[in-house]
């Protein structure tokens, strides 16, 4: 008995390589391209973001001591190397994502590591929390979407 193509659950037209059966198999994923392509945009957040974390690690009597205020240099520039990241990923593997909406995105992304890194930084012996650190986080995060949106 043929299908009835009014009570399909997979429409042909939402997977590429769905068929009137069913939806795709695992093996029918992604094209290989595709893949390398969300790594190639994505690695160098998760890098950045295992840099912050690691960074945020080291114990308060082990950060050597460079100029003044470079606790909040440091996070405003890390911040906003990852915003600039984060950007950059978000639009090129969503390229329908108006530029309004990357800046959103990435001053929430950034506000929400930054107070998770405050989170696990009050784990960490000697440091501790503080809202100006998520604070310039933020600002961080801001300028950097500024500069993605700027710089292409």
């Not at 190397?81 to 990435?106: D, Y």
Request: charged letters at 15%; glycine letters at 8%; hydrophobic letters at 50%.
């Amino acid at each position: 008995m043929p299908a009835n193509p009014k009570n399909k659950i997979w429409p042909p037209s939402t997977f590429a390589s769905a068929s009137a059966d069913g939806p795709p198999k695992l093996s029918e994923g992604r094209p290989k391209h595709e893949v390398r392509r969300r790594i190639k945009f994505w690695f160098p957040v998760f890098i950045c973001m295992g840099l912050i974390f690691f960074a945020s690690s080291i114990r308060q009597e082990n950060i050597v001591f460079l100029f003044s205020f470079q606790d909040v240099v440091f996070h405003t520039l890390a911040y906003l190397i990852l915003a600039v990241f984060f950007a950059r990923a978000l639009k090129n593997t969503n390229p329908n994502i108006a530029a309004l909406q990357i800046l959103i995105f990435t001053i929430v992304f950034g506000v929400a590591y930054g107070l998770s890194d405050e989170f696990h930084q009050s784990f960490v012996s000697g440091r501790s929390v503080s809202g100006f650190d998520v604070f310039m986080d933020g600002a961080g995060s801001v300028f950097g979407g500024l500069l993605y949106q700027w710089l292409r």
